[in-house]
T-cell receptor, first 114, second 115 residues
């Protein structure tokens, strides 16, 4: 079975500051990795995904994430955040073979302060 | 084009009643997933449909939960004899196929409150 741990339930940062949201996963088989964002009262939107190849993945809204196989991590980063980045962020994995049933972390609430 | 739509957006029901939640996937998407988002359990997979194949029901929490997908398009999630612990946001997602490389597109969810 797969599991995902997001180490921080809440992360407050000031506008224009850098941010890193941490994600670690556990799986006995190879997985794909995802970051989703959820704005209030909305569904989930894909930020980025790692399937294979380069371990540094760039996504929408200036976010990027780095896959580290030895540390089983997939941390999300942004060099300068904006008020509009205030949302909940979910890390997720799915196994490579078979259907893409996503296993999610508990989420990290990112709050941007002016 | 239109995204995934879900109805109703909010549903309040009394304990013991049955409810039906509807999902309209993106046209042409063969894979459809249901997830549940609750305070206690976070985001959990419930069930998925792929084309005409038998659905994967491995995530359904009890036999009070069932789902169907008619004509390979619209899906209905039914909860019978609702309990207070069923209160959650039910999210539907669809993708071109069920393979991992395909992006899942999520609907806005149905917020269910069982009194």
């Amino acid at each position: 079975a797969q599991s995902v741990t997001q180490l921080d339930s809440q992360v407050p940062v000031f506008e224009e500051a850098p941010v890193e949201l941490r994600c670690n996963y556990s799986s006995s088989v190879s997985v794909y990795l995802f970051w989703y964002v959820q704005y209030p009262n909305q569904g989930l939107q894909l930020l980025l995904k790692y399937l294979s190849g380069s371990t540094l993945v760039k996504g929408i809204n200036g976010f990027e994430a780095e896959f580290n196989k030895s540390q089983t991590s997939f941390h999300l980063r942004k060099p300068s955040v904006h008020i509009s980045d205030t949302a909940e962020y979910f890390c997720a994995v799915s196994i490579i073979q078979g259907a893409q049933k996503l296993v999610f972390g508990q989420g990290t609430r990112l709050t941007i302060n002016p | 084009g239109a995204g995934v739509s879900q109805s109703p957006s909010n549903k309040v029901t009394e304990k013991g009643k049955d409810v039906e939640l509807r999902c309209d996937p993106i046209s042409g998407h063969t894979a459809l997933y249901w997830y549940r988002q609750s305070l206690g359990q976070g985001l959990e997979f419930l069930i998925y449909f792929q084309g005409n194949s038998a659905p994967d029901k491995s995530g359904l929490p009890s036999d009070r939960f069932s789902a169907e997908r008619t004509g390979g398009s619209v899906s209905t999630l039914t909860i019978q004899r609702t309990q207070q612990e069923d209160s959650a946001v039910y999210l539907c997602a669809s993708s071109i196929s069920s393979q991992g490389r395909e992006t899942q597109y999520f609907g806005p969810g149905t917020r269910l409150l069982v009194l």
